[in-house]
């Protein structure tokens, strides 16, 4: 069965440093990749989305993502985070063809940001 | 332009009563969705809609029901609520019922069951 696991629950980094949030999944195919990112008591937004062409996608508030096929990942980076990045962060997967059309998240990871 | 909005934004509820979230998109999105959000196990589709007139099971859709009469509204249904109900409800759009779409979604109704 298609799966996304996220391996850190809770991440905390200081204010400044660099960020990576890992993501892999598991499907026979490369499926669509997203990253979405909610704030505290809101919805989910979407930070980025991959589906095809130059693996490293860029998308909102200086985020970055890398697909690497060989290893079914889709890394979130941030070179510099910043207070208001504390957040819990979903890698979500869109499963490609088919009659498939929603997606599927993996369990979030939280993003503390200390000073 | 509001997007999508959810109403109540909070309830608390008896067990065996029946509540019904309402969710309204303003994006003329065909697709909608309905997730709960529970602490350790991210979101769950619970029911999701392809069109309007058109519904379909998600992956936990026991004690929940939809219905689709229109392409703004997408109202989630406990006929009878149960304390494992309890959790944060989601409702999402997308342009069209494609994985590729990004979905858009509400600020969420936190639901207790008592």
């Known amino acids: 069965a298609q799966s996304v696991t996220q391996p850190d629950i809770h991440i905390t980094v200081s204010e400044g440093a660099s960020l990576e949030l890992r993501c892999n999944y598991s499907y026979g195919a490369t499926p669509y990749l997203f990253w979405y990112v909610q704030s505290p008591g809101q919805g989910l937004q979407l930070l980025l989305k991959?589906?095809?062409?130059?693996?490293l996608v860029q998308g909102i508030k200086g985020f970055e993502a890398e697909f690497k096929r060989s290893q079914s990942s889709f890394n979130l980076r941030k070179p510099s985070v910043h207070w208001s990045d504390a957040a819990e962060y979903f890698c979500a997967v869109g499963l490609y063809g088919g009659s498939q059309g929603n997606l599927i998240f993996g369990k979030g990871t939280k993003l503390s940001v200390k000073p | 332009i509001a997007g999508i909005t959810q109403a109540p934004t909070s309830q608390i509820l008896a067990a065996g009563r029946r509540m019904t979230l309402r969710c309204t998109q303003d994006?003329?999105?065909?697709?909608m969705y309905w997730y709960r959000q529970d602490l350790g196990l991210g979101l769950r589709l619970i029911h999701y809609s392809n069109t309007a007139g058109t519904t379909g099971k998600g992956e936990v859709p026991d004690g929940y029901s939809v219905s689709r009469a229109n392409t703004d509204d997408f109202p989630l249904t406990l006929a009878s609520a149960v304390p494992s109900q309890t959790s944060v409800y989601f409702c999402?759009?997308?342009?069209?019922?494609?994985?590729?779409?990004?979905?858009?979604f509400g600020p969420g109704t936190r639901l207790t069951v008592l």
């Open positions: 994006m003329r999105h065909n697709a």
């Open positions: 999402a759009s997308s342009q069209e019922w494609s994985s590729y779409n990004e979905q858009f």
């Open positions: 991959y589906f095809s062409g130059d693996t």
